[in-house]
């Protein structure tokens, strides 16, 4: 599709929908809407709205579908794989404005929210209800952004990933008109299940423009554990083991050798430099949980476990996490000459040893430096590369190792994302996953918006 370039006219028309301090054509209001958090080339759009009501983004959605101009939302900008660069320019909708939390049903677990609302502003908010929203990706992400990413973190293994928490929808569509999906019942098997298809969807076709979302019960008691393994292959079986003992772990975070030397460097936590698990347990009682807490040393020691430091209570918990929730900020802070591929993919668990071997083959001798970090519980490998940041002969390796690497995880049959999305960089690996489905993909997308205008250059190849 060829997309028209936005005229002068154009933001005339644009500017009478809004009011005047919520458009921006500015040079470095183009510029903070050109990247996410990726590695991926910036663009920018031509115009930024930041739109406060549902009936402004369906009026502008009307008119760019009209004039055929591209239309991309934005959240907080946190996604690591191009999902929010307009690639193709045109309008960049950024929801930052439009975050009010609109209503709080305690008894019913449910909130209904805006698309711009951070996750973190509203599990504050909920703080006294003894409630929360437990997806969480880490970054100050919104809701909109989640859903359309739909996001997960190092808890999904026992709270789920976003789509689990959506239960209403209105999503503006490209021809302007908004839709009302999902329920306010906890549960349905009312027709097809749209809510699922808006889910994860990046923003390609539709616009959501609020949400309910379900929430869960603050959990009352916490403990922890770091446990490091003489090899992959025990870290492994580990995390089977203690899923299949039925000990319900919140988090089971797996991290290499290398992450642990930086935590040792940063944290002073004097672990042997092996292959390392974080795991988290959430219950009522310390008595309770001390208890899962020697189930998971019997089944650890039981596989050759080097060293196995327990903590419980909430505090005992955070200052065990600490290190690993601040694993991002250090590779990043270690390597401030280096831009970093996030690359995430997610196997069976039981392929999980088998795609850590496969990357450190891959990488050994290439005096590349790298790290991988995995929710092991999901079989989500996240693997990052860091590479000099104008080292073409660099990138190009790193990439030729990264593409490998999915392909290997698709012949494991895994996914080329477990959280991340699409986006920009995993488009070439769409046709391999899902075969003759991607063709049913495409219509879907043709029906929804059939002139193609929002978030070009997306999802397919
Ligand atoms: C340090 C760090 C750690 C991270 N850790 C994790 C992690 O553990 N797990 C994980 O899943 N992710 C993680 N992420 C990635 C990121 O935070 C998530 O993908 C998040 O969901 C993005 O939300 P956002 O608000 O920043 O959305 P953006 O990045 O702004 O946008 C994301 C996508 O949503 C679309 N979009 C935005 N708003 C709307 C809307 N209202 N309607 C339709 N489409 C919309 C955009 O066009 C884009 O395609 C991490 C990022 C960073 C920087």
Not at 95 to 104: A, G, P, Q, T, V
Not at 151 to 177: P, Q, W
Request: hydrophobic share 40%; charged share 20%.
């Amino acid at each position: 599709m060829k997309f028209s370039v936005l005229n002068e006219t154009h933001i005339r028309n644009l500017k009478s929908m809004v009011a005047p301090d919520r458009i921006s054509t500015g040079e470095s209001v183009l510029d903070l809407h050109a990247k996410d958090q990726s590695h991926h080339t910036p663009s920018r759009p031509e115009v930024v709205i930041w739109p406060v009501e549902p009936t402004e983004v369906a009026d502008i959605l009307k008119y760019a579908n009209d004039k055929l101009l591209p239309v991309t939302g934005w959240g907080s900008g946190s996604s690591l794989e191009g999902n929010p660069i307009p690639v193709q320019k045109g309008i960049v909708l950024d929801f930052s404005r439009m975050n009010r939390i609109l209503d709080i049903r305690e008894e019913d677990f449910q909130a209904d929210v805006q698309p711009g609302v951070v996750y973190q502003d509203l599990n504050e908010k909920l703080r006294h209800s003894g409630l929360f929203f437990p997806p969480d990706p880490g970054a100050r992400a919104t809701l909109g952004g989640m859903i359309a990413n739909n996001a997960s973190g190092t808890r999904t293994i026992y709270y789920g990933s976003t789509k689990d928490y959506v239960l209403r929808l209105s999503v503006a569509l490209a021809n302007g008109e908004i839709i009302e999906l999902g329920t306010r019942a906890s549960k349905t098997s009312s027709g097809y299940d749209l809510i699922r298809l808006f889910v994860g969807s990046e923003g390609t076709l539709g616009i959501v423009v609020g949400a309910t979302v379900r929430l869960v019960g603050l959990p009352v008691e916490f403990s922890a554990a770091v446990v490091t393994f003489p090899s992959i292959d025990a870290a492994g079986k580990t995390v089977f083991e203690i899923m299949r003992a039925g000990l319900n772990p919140a988090a089971l975070e797996l991290v290499g050798p290398e992450c642990i030397e930086l935590m040792n460097k940063e944290e002073n936590l004097n672990l042997n430099l092996c292959p390392t698990i974080f795991i988290e347990f959430h219950g009522t009682t310390t008595n309770q949980l001390t208890e899962v807490l020697e189930m998971a040393a019997e089944i650890c020691n039981a596989r050759g476990c080097l060293e196995f430091r327990p903590g419980v209570g909430r505090a005992e918990r955070d200052r065990i996490f600490k290190a690993r929730h601040a694993l991002g900020e250090m590779i990043v802070r270690n390597h401030s000459d280096c831009g970093i591929l996030i690359m995430d993919v997610a196997v069976p668990i039981t392929a999980y040893s088998e795609l850590i071997t496969t990357i450190n083959a891959e990488l050994e001798g290439t005096h590349l430096v790298s790290y991988y970090i995995s929710h092991a519980g999901n079989g989500n490998v996240h693997l990052n590369i860091a590479g000099k940041k104008d080292d073409r002969q660099e990138w190009d390796r790193i990439h030729h190792i990264a593409e490998r690497l999915v392909q290997k995880t698709l012949d494991l049959g895994g996914t080329a994302t477990g959280e991340h999305g699409i986006g920009l960089g995993k488009r070439k690996f769409m046709a391999a996953e899902h075969g003759k489905s991607l063709d049913w993909m495409k219509q879907i997308k043709a029906l929804f918006d059939p002139k193609g205008v929002l978030n070009p250059g997306k999802i397919f190849p």
